[in-house]
């Protein structure tokens, strides 16, 4: 389902475990904006790029875990974007080996540098429109979710899925804490916007009031 407005959403799955990166196009303006970077996902996004007509300008990060991760410094290597995330996680993107326990064999991990770090309240211009920012710890401390009002889009990272919610029996995981930033963030946004998760597929803010087994409206 693509939002009703002149922002394209390319879904991109990557990584060891299929985790979900999005590219947010506008090519009536030529600007790109991509949520998250599992590894390898530099490969998906240069050809839609170059077919748009578009640059990638920001790289909007919605947690520091490693599956989240692996593929940023590639892309601002490749690209140049700017790297937006949320202070509780800095030791997570600067030290990435301290996840080294959660990692798959193997794994290659790289430190990210971010240039803009955004907090619960804040706003990025971007496509023509601006993104609402809401911290939404639980899952992790430094947790954002990104909200396209216009768009009628989100992307809450892994706070919430598709009949489920983000683990929290990792370390900085808090269910009450989860429970608070879904209840306060999330579903007080219309029913009818569009959440896009880390993981899975896509489903509504209403559809979560209704059906979601781990956190009730």
């Not at 496509?127 to 809450?156: I, N």
Request: charged share 20%.
């Amino acid at each position: 389902m693509q939002p009703s407005c002149a922002v394209n959403v390319h879904v991109l799955p990557g990584g060891p475990i299929p985790t979900n990166a999005y590219l947010l196009t506008e090519p009536g303006l030529g600007e790109a904006v991509l949520v998250d970077a599992p590894l390898g996902v530099w490969a998906q996004v240069e050809p839609i790029l170059a077919a748009e007509r578009c640059r990638l300008g920001m790289l909007w990060l919605t947690h520091g875990h490693w599956d989240h991760t692996q593929g940023a410094a590639e892309v601002v290597r490749r690209s140049g974007a700017r790297t937006h995330g949320h202070p509780a996680d800095r030791l997570l993107y600067e030290r990435p080996e301290i996840m080294r326990s959660l990692t798959l064999p193997g794994a290659v991990l790289e430190p990210v540098a971010i240039d803009r770090w955004l907090g619960d309240g804040d706003r990025v211009e971007a496509l023509g429109t601006a993104a609402a920012v809401s911290h939404v710890p639980g899952h992790c401390p430094g947790s954002l979710m990104f909200h396209l009002e216009k768009a009628k889009a989100a992307f809450p990272g892994d706070a919430i899925f598709r009949g489920s919610v983000g683990r929290t029996d990792i370390p900085g995981g808090d269910f009450a804490q989860l429970e608070a930033s879904i209840l306060g963030h999330i579903y007080v946004l219309a029913d009818d916007t569009e959440l896009y998760p880390g993981h899975g597929g896509s489903t509504t803010v209403g559809a979560e009031k209704a059906t979601n087994p781990y956190v009730r409206a």
